[in-house]
């Protein structure tokens, strides 16, 4: 997702910049040892979560990447919606 439309769904949470932080705190999390961060979700998919960010994510092992399935927003309590 382009980091304007995390800012966009930051802001919208009243913290600009805490979606952006939060990913790029998962980047690095995930670039370092990605098979001991998160939970197992079956098969080879793991979730994490940083809030307010949360990712299911996938290690391919031969290739040493990490293949992020899916990313959202998660709001706060008494932030509305």
């Known amino acids: 997702m ?3 439309d ?3 769904s930051g802001t919208a949470a009243g913290k600009p ?3 952006i932080q ?3 705190a998962i980047e690095q999390l995930l670039t370092d040892n990605p098979e001991l961060q998160g939970e197992s979700r079956g098969g080879q998919r ?3 979560i940083i809030p307010p960010v949360g990712v299911l994510f996938r290690i391919i092992q031969d290739a ?3 293949l992020i399935i899916d ?3 998660i709001r706060s309590r008494g932030t509305g919606g």
Do not use: E, T
């Open 2 to 4: 382009p980091s304007g």
């Open 6 to 8: 995390w800012s966009k």
């Open 17 to 19: 910049d805490a979606g």
């Open 22 to 24: 939060a990913f790029d």
């Open 46 to 48: 793991r979730i994490l």
């Open 64 to 66: 040493a990447q990490v």
């Open 71 to 73: 990313a959202w927003m």
